[in-house]
């Protein structure tokens, strides 16, 4: 069943797990219960109590919507995630959570299941800007309003790393062990970033809570991969397949024997998250504003463009692929056809609308390093170049674009502006160097990206990927 005609959830329970639920011990709290969380890492915990591991339930912690407490609540936090692949749908239940707390109406239960002794590692899916550390220069912003709001009354907490420094702060005076903080986020060093915010932060509250925090919370990284498009709290969690979950074995206060269910526990996780995201999500970049230009709604109806297809795969075979660290165990010829694959599955639809979301975050996190990467090492690009066309294409609007473009993002008013100064040039757009770092000094590079911007607006996204790539093998002559 297509994502986009699901029905809302019937009225029937849900199927009860396969565990005693009564018996799970909540030992993690996670802040950023979306959709992806619990299709991911809660069911990976929900296979883990199934196999009589339930020393390891989880508190949800909501920072921004009550609307996924709510929606939980009335059916005690279990609910069902619908696995879709390309012929067979399986509903399963999840009912790893043990509750889920809306942090604005319920500070104080936030911060007891964080203080709790039980409570051995904290887990985050917030988006990169909750971090509030710059990409490049790896500072701290604490002039934002919520770490600003923060600072003046630390022990009454909004932000993420708020509450995490109020919690830790707690536990070092009553003398209970840390909890490990371990980020899920698709940011291309995201432990890092948690790690120079929390102790920035606390820092700024109490230089000796920054040294207590720095010298014993871990902070381990970690890969994640499930493709879970968005959905409202009462529509089915509807999810691929495939999922993955690479984790850096250092913690601190013990960790769940996850390995028991699939999930891999290495060393060194930076390999295998530059591979992941360059490939995944920088496809998912160059996929979502050319599918979009090209008149497509969702991955599975641009894929069932040939030249679409081949576009993808060139790009990642010869202009990604080549330029990624050794991972050991990881067969990036495979994973490249297995990225295709899920693309393309047609039960799960993923909204381009949504991947065309935040470029001025996802572009320079997920695509821009691949494209720095290929002229580095002098090589010409045309395809991760056609991407990055793509993108200012889109920002360009109706007259670039050939139709009505809602930009969502942070920056959109900034960047759809200088999208479209000197006749659509990609030169103001370029300037923003906060964005594209040192990417405008390339005049060979910007004379190409201006070439194949002109190509878009005037034959065409489908023409020019057609042309990119070259017929089809086996195509009529």
Request: aromatic share 6%; net charge negative.
């Amino acid at each position: 069943m297509p994502f986009s005609d699901q029905p809302p959830f019937p009225d029937r329970p849900a199927p009860a797990p396969r565990y005693d639920r009564s018996a799970l011990v909540p030992s993690i709290v996670h802040i950023g219960v979306g959709g992806f969380h619990r299709a991911h890492q809660a069911v990976y915990l929900d296979d883990l109590a199934a196999t009589g591991a339930t020393g390891w339930g989880t508190v949800g912690v909501c920072l921004r919507s009550p609307e996924t407490a709510r929606a939980l609540e009335p059916n005690d936090y279990l609910y069902t995630v619908v696995e879709c692949g390309p012929d067979h749908e399986e509903e399963r239940p999840v009912g790893v959570m043990t509750r889920c707390l809306f942090a604005p109406d319920e500070r104080d239960a936030v911060l007891d299941a964080l203080c709790s002794p039980t409570t051995r590692l904290v887990t985050l899916t917030i988006t990169g800007t909750a971090y509030h550390v710059d990409e490049d220069s790896r500072r701290f912003d604490a002039t934002a309003d919520e770490i600003v709001a923060d600072l003046a009354e630390p022990t009454r907490p909004n932000s993420t790393f708020g509450y995490l420094a109020e919690a830790l702060d707690r536990r070092r005076r009553a003398g209970t062990a840390p909890f490990t903080v371990l980020s899920c986020d698709n940011m291309q060093d995201s432990a890092a970033a948690a790690h120079i915010a929390l102790c920035a932060y606390a820092h700024l509250r109490d230089p000796g809570l920054a040294r207590w925090i720095d010298a014993n919370v871990a902070f381990p990284a970690s890969v994640v991969d499930r493709i879970t498009p968005s959905t409202t709290a009462d529509h089915p969690l509807v999810t691929e397949p495939f999922r993955q979950w690479i984790i850096e074995d250092h913690f601190c206060n013990g960790r769940p024997p996850l390995d028991r269910v699939g999930v891999q526990f290495v060393d060194d996780v930076r390999p295998y998250k530059v591979a992941k995201t360059r490939m995944l999500n920088g496809s998912h970049c160059a996929v979502g504003y050319l599918g979009t230009l090209a008149g497509y709604r969702t991955t599975a109806d641009a894929m069932q463009d040939p030249s679409m297809r081949r576009f993808l795969d060139a790009m990642m075979a010869e202009e990604i692929v080549p330029q990624l660290p050794e991972a050991r165990g990881l067969d990036l010829a495979s994973y490249r056809e297995q990225l295709l694959e899920r693309f393309a599955n047609p039960a799960i639809a993923d909204p381009l609308s949504r991947l065309c979301r935040r470029g001025s975050t996802k572009m320079p996190a997920y695509l821009l390093p691949s494209l720095r990467a290929a002229r580095r090492a002098g090589h010409e690009a045309p395809l991760l170049t056609l991407a990055l066309a793509g993108w200012l294409t889109y920002l360009g609007g109706p007259e670039a674009a050939g139709m009505e473009i809602d930009v969502v993002d942070a920056h959109a008013d900034e960047l759809t502006r200088r999208a479209r100064l000197d006749g659509y040039s990609p030169r103001p757009v370029l300037a923003i160097r906060g964005i594209f770092g040192d990417l405008l000094d390339d005049t060979d590079l910007v004379t190409r990206l201006d070439a194949a911007m002109r190509a878009l607006r005037e034959r065409g996204v489908r023409a020019v990927l057609a042309e990119s790539v070259g017929p089809a093998v086996g195509a009529a002559a």
